[in-house]
């Protein structure tokens, strides 16, 4: 097995080394091209590693400059052949044999790698190394990189082992997306050169803290506590509502795409509920965004504002996957018309996150 696909397996978490076959690395010379002209015509402005453990610094992310900056720099440093394997145009599209599979760009999953260089190979620069890592530490807000790094130091055998990394389009020149992919992680830094999207496209977060299936109060799975505050909401409800609230079954989990406004979504509609409820699903709201970086959160909350808010969207749990049957469920979902946030805690966390201001937005899953 190679190092790409060397990765914890698990029955819920397909993984998938299909996306670029590694004779479609050879294909875009045009990408490489380009990239030579700019790096001639752009200075490399490398990023010396900053000695000392970065989480533990709490000065750390200030003298860091936006994490789009770090991806030109990163860009400019990359050699043709690197450039080559891990560059794509904007709208490349990818294959699944002779037919389109739809834009590269904009697909998520939950175990993949867009690329199969990891970011600890030798296939990077020291320098480049910690560029990337910069850039990945600059997506997340600051008290969440030690809990992020637990996450992949469980599912992944820790940070840069089986995460990889491509960028598309021409940083500093055009529009232009950095993407980091591994075992539980789907993370974009794009400078809102994506149009109508919160996060860059759909991202995908989730964790399995104590092996394939958790137990039902899943211990040390550090997204757990939002399901727990979903619950909070629930628990408030009164019978009529709850069986509202309550699905049978599970939809697929790939199933976030946009029903729109006209959409009939699973659950107990919010503006059923009362200004106390309300009140309460506005805290979870903030709990599910607080791990990013706070200009995506504020792009996330205007996508939602500009759809018409949490009024126009409908809250719902599932029966299906209530590990433990207590009652406390691990699986439930909050969605409008382009906006969905489907938290899976069966057999461990998975979440599918999908945001946009415009339904017509596509997902490529």
Known sequence: MSKAQDVRRCPDCEAEFDGVNRREFLRTTGVVAAGAALGAAAASLPI??????????????HRLGKPETLVKQLYDSL??????????????????????????????????????????????????????RQIYEGM??????????????????????????????????DKFEFVMTGRHMTLRCDGHSAEHVAFGGPVFYGHAAQGFNEKADHPGNVYWY?????????????????????????????AVGFRGPSGQYPGLPVTELASDQKEELQKVLGKLIEHYRQSDQDEALGCLKRQGG??????????EGDIGNDQVWDCWRLEGPSFVWYFRGSPHVHVWVNVADDASVKLNA
């Open 140 to 173: 997340l807000n600051p008290e969440w990189i030690k809990r992020v790094d637990k996450q992949v130091e469980d599912d992944a055998n820790g940070y840069g082992e089986h995460q990889s990394i491509a960028i598309f389009g021409h940083p500093g020149v």
């Open 48 to 61: 010396r590693a900053i000695a000392g453990d970065a989480a533990k610094n709490d000065t750390y992310l």
């Open 310 to 319: 949490l009024d126009k969207c409908s809250l719902a749990f599932y029966r």
């Open 79 to 132: 050699k043709d052949e690197q450039k080559g394997k891990i560059c794509f145009d904007w709208d490349y599209v990818e294959s699944a044999g002779k037919a389109p599979r739809g834009l590269l760009r904009t697909r998520v999953s939950n175990n993949w790698n867009i690329t199969p260089t990891m970011i600890n190979s030798d296939f990077y620069t020291k320098d480049q190394q910690q560029m990337i």
């Open 226 to 254: 939002q399901a727990k505050h979903a619950n909070k909401v629930y628990e408030m409800l009164d019978e009529r509502h709850r069986k509202l609230a309550l699905v049978e079954n599970l939809p697929k989990e790939e």
